[in-house]
């Protein structure tokens, strides 16, 4: 009974040991190693806007000849359904040279 | 949390830059401290697992390499635990160490850093119910473990 009691006793000690106590403070080398990682890390962030840049500027391009070639097309087929209402030949509708 | 010096101060470059790189995406939800803390508690249990992995392969490397030295951990001692208390939080920390990392996390966040739990849930992002039950299994289990060290010191 009694060494149950100590047992507990020295159990509750050891869970309150931490109690009071002082929060740990950073060696002093450790704020240089800290600005050096900053340092290094810099240039890679920059890289990582230019590319978004990239990637951005790419995409329009994509999205204009995308749009372009949709304007492009619509406007030639609507020009090819034409075809009864104005009697052009097929050599009149590739060339506009005139024979 | 991580129980060695070198590795904390690896932790803590890499909170920094984290920090330093993610702060403009940071959205004022919760406060800055409570960000910051998820954070470390984060690089805390990649760096843990990373470690558990390791260790592992270290294990099967031990067993087709009987040259493979056997690096038993020292006892971790806290520097800011008081000088007459130095001893018992020594037991403690070897427990701490035994218990799962969320409980772990738990238990250190309001135990030991004496958080309150509404915060401890804000950095877990769980409920503080959920705060509850990990504390209370981790007491439990801490009160197991050292229960098995108490007894290895009486045979000592």
């Given at each position: ?8 006793g ?42 978004t840049?990239?990637?951005a ?43 | ?53 390791r ?25 800011g ?34 958080l ?22 981790a ?16 045979n000592?």
């Amino acid at each position: 009974m009694k060494n149950k009691l100590n047992k507990e006793g020295w159990i509750n000690e050891v869970l309150d040991s931490t109690g009071g106590m002082a929060r740990a403070t950073p060696p002093a080398h450790l704020y240089h190693k800290i600005t050096t990682g900053l340092r290094l890390e810099a240039p890679k962030s920059r890289t990582i806007a230019i590319h978004t840049k990239q990637w951005a500027a790419a995409a329009i391009l994509l999205l204009a000849l995308n749009v372009g070639s949709i304007l492009y097309f619509t406007a030639h087929n609507s020009t090819g359904h034409t075809g009864d209402a104005s009697p052009l030949t097929e050599i009149q509708q590739v060339s506009t040279y005139n024979y | 949390m991580v129980q060695d010096h070198g590795m904390a101060e690896d932790i803590t470059q890499e909170v920094f830059i984290t920090v330093y790189r993610s702060v403009l995406s940071f959205n004022s939800q919760s406060s800055i401290s409570t960000w910051i803390y998820r954070i470390t508690v984060n690089k805390c249990l990649d760096h843990l697992r990373a470690q558990k992995r390791r260790k592992q392969n270290g294990f099967f490397r031990s067993l087709f390499n009987t040259d493979a030295a056997q690096t038993d951990k020292p006892h971790f001692e806290h520097p800011g635990v008081l000088l007459e208390r130095r001893e018992n939080a020594r037991y403690l920390f070897e427990a701490i160490e035994t218990l799962p990392g969320n409980q772990k996390t738990v238990f250190i966040l309001a135990h030991v850093e004496e958080l309150p739990q509404k915060e401890v849930a804000a950095i877990m992002e769980i409920s503080v119910k959920a705060v509850e039950s990990l504390l209370q299994r981790a007491k439990v289990n801490l009160r197991k473990k050292l229960s098995h060290i108490y007894e290895r010191r009486k045979n000592e």
